[in-house]
């Protein structure tokens, strides 16, 4: 377990501190998010915006954030040409769960910071429960982080791989987007975490089934 951590910790470093030299991902975060919502505010001019729209924007913008800057991980190093050391100086399990965590960090980043900057622009959104909306957030970007990164080291040696990577990802994005407005929505609305339980239930348990398949399957797709 030991020597896992070490290599987990080895490739998340890695990611991280290549991340932070080129600044590629974080910089199309930042632009995409900070974007999107000035366009949306501007778009609005102060109008009343009911909650469902609300959520949907919430979504939106997270699931496009997501397709902007997560996918780029394994592709990344197929482009570079790194992917051959990776499988000589560390196991498959070590660079699954070390790119996650790095994508799962740039997800709750990036989708905390454009639901703040929603909120601030566009002031006729109100928060019934901002705890609420906090843990589904996190839920949320958690969820999709885990099904861009399966879906980019699946399409990381296709010749397409940017055009495959949003098409891919649809049919797996469905199942967590569904619970994820819904209890976006309870939290605008100002129910408690005990009203809106079970859809944060529901995306945790599909996230964990994604990454418990992924798990299983990872070797196979490593080593193809």
């Known amino acids: ?9 080895g490739v998340l470093e890695k990611d991280i501190r290549s991340e932070l030299r080129t600044r590629y991902g974080i910089t199309s975060l930042v632009l995409f998010v900070v974007t999107s919502v000035v366009l949306v505010a501007f778009a609005l001019a102060d109008e009343p915006l009911p909650r469902p729209m609300a959520v949907g924007l919430v979504w939106v913008l997270m699931c496009f954030t ?34 996650l965590l790095s ?8 989708n905390l910071l454009a639901v703040l900057l929603l909120l601030l622009f566009v002031g006729t959104i109100t928060v019934g429960n901002p705890g609420l909306l906090v843990l589904c957030v996190l839920a949320g970007s958690t969820g999709l982080a885990t099904v861009v990164t399966v879906i980019s080291a699946l399409v990381a040696r296709a010749g397409t791989k940017q055009a495959l990577l949003p098409v891919l ?13 819904a209890c976006t929505l309870e939290a605008f609305a100002g ?8 859809n944060l ?24």
Do not use: H
């Open 201 to 224: 239930g529901l995306m945790m348990a599909y996230t964990g089934c994604v990454l418990v398949v992924t798990w299983l399957v990872f070797d196979y797709i490593w080593e193809d």
């Open 1 to 9: 377990m030991t020597v896992f951590l070490l290599r987990l910790r």
């Open 66 to 99: 997501a397709m902007t800057g997560l996918g780029r991980g394994f592709i990344a190093e197929e482009e570079r040409g790194t992917m051959l050391y990776l499988r000589l100086v560390t196991t498959p399990a070590a660079v699954l769960f070390g790119k």
């Open 169 to 181: 990802s649809v049919p797996l994005l469905l199942p967590l987007v569904l619970p994820g407005t």
């Open 191 to 198: 129910f408690g975490l005990s009203e809106a339980g079970n």
């Open 103 to 110: 994508n799962i960090l740039q997800s709750v980043l990036a």
